[in-house]
């Protein structure tokens, strides 16, 4: 099987390599993202391998199809960008579900500890031999309460590693997970309850219609004056210009963002030579108590090697039996 691997980053290739090598896949990387522009380097290909910011719309479906491209492999568990609706009938369309809940949960307590107790500023000061402490004082985890929204897979390795620091959890799903409320240390509350109550909130539900800014200006006048947000789920759910105001404000505490609803276009590649249009980001990343990391909470080994296995899996699923537990159907 020949797969054409768009938007390929150094860090892809060593785990795909390895997979691809012993199903027999043969790999051609490109940097490029698949589009309208750069769909005809698929040709010869029997599958495409693609990631969160290619897009993968009618008119790139219609070329791949004619190129006799089968399949669209998702390294991703999200699929907004392909038109799965047109892909029906013509263009198998697979992805990954679920990588490593702990990559991403471990990234927003590391965001959350750099973040309280001031590493950032740690790291610059002592590189530069000062050895002040004046403006470091932190505030300890134990016995804070901290609110999360969104109890699936992520959310739950969250609590509990919360849990290990002694914290309270106020936890709050559309879908509440059965076992996880003990009525002491995890409750599930309403959203009225966990912004009132939590010293630190932390996001790990999907982006739907229902939670599209689900922090906005007056959830965010409901929480606790300082709270700590954080958010490794995807941008939209947080409304940046109301974060940027209630951080001004002082409101908000401090932020530990992975993620930022205009980050497309910014995201994954060195801009640093560039002018940020962007003056909201620009903003919040020049806030000393807001961290920015760009959509790196899944970037650990063993969720890239889960990647490749899982979409090498699916490949050779539907090239085996003409199925996979993995495929995209359009709803309905
Ligand atoms: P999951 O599907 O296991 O859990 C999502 C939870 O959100 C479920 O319990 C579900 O019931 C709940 N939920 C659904 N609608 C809700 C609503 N309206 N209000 C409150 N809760 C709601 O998903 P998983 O694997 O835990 O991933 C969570 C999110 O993490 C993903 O949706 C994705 O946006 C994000 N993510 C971020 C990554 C990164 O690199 N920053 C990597 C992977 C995922």
Redesign the pocket.
């Known amino acids: 099987m020949k797969l054409a691997f768009f938007d390929a980053k150094p860090y892809d290739k060593p785990a795909f390599d390895r997979y691809a090598a012993d199903a027999g896949i043969k790999i051609k990387y490109y940097e490029t993202k698949l589009n309208e522009d750069t769909v005809e380097l698929a040709t010869g290909a029997d599958a495409v391998c693609v990631f969160v910011n290619d897009t993968v719309n009618r008119e790139v479906i219609d070329r791949l199809y004619e190129l006799g491209v089968k399949t669209v492999a998702l390294r991703c568990?999200?699929f907004n960008n392909v038109d799965i609706k047109h892909a029906a009938g013509k263009i198998r369309v697979v992805r990954v579900p679920?990588?490593s809940?702990y990559?991403?949960a471990e990234?927003a307590i590391a965001l959350l500890l750099t973040s309280i107790r001031r590493i950032h500023k740690a790291y610059i000061r002592t590189r530069d031999f000062n050895f002040s402490l004046n403006g470091m004082t932190g505030f300890d985890l134990h016995g804070k309460t901290v609110g999360v929204?969104?109890?699936?897979?992520?959310?739950?390795v969250f609590i509990d590693i919360c849990l290990g620091f002694g914290m309270k959890v106020l936890a709050?799903?559309?879908?509440p997970?059965e076992g996880l409320d003990n009525g002491d240390t995890v409750r599930y509350v309403s959203t009225e309850e966990l912004f009132a109550k939590s010293d630190i909130i932390s996001l790990?539900?999907?982006?739907?219609e229902?939670?599209y800014h689900?922090i906005n200006e007056q959830s965010l006048s409901a929480c606790k004056r300082g709270v700590v947000l954080i958010n490794?789920?995807?941008g939209a759910l947080v409304d940046a210009e109301a974060l940027l105001s209630a951080i001004k404000a002082r409101q908000v505490g401090a932020a530990c963002l992975?993620?930022y609803e205009e980050e497309s276009d910014l995201f994954f590649e060195d801009n640093s030579g560039h002018i940020l249009e962007d003056d909201t980001l620009a903003r919040l990343i020049s806030m000393p108590n807001v961290i920015v990391s760009s959509?790196?909470?899944?970037?650990t080994e063993e969720a890239l090697s889960n990647i490749a296995e899982t979409t090498v899996e699916n490949l050779l699923a539907l090239e085996s039996s003409g199925s996979s537990e993995n495929e995209v159907l359009p709803k309905g």
């Open positions: 568990a999200g679920a990588y809940p990559a991403v990234h929204i969104g109890t699936g897979r992520i959310g739950r709050y799903d559309k879908f997970a790990h539900c999907p982006l739907t229902e939670t689900i490794t789920s995807r992975d993620v959509h790196q909470a899944f970037l």
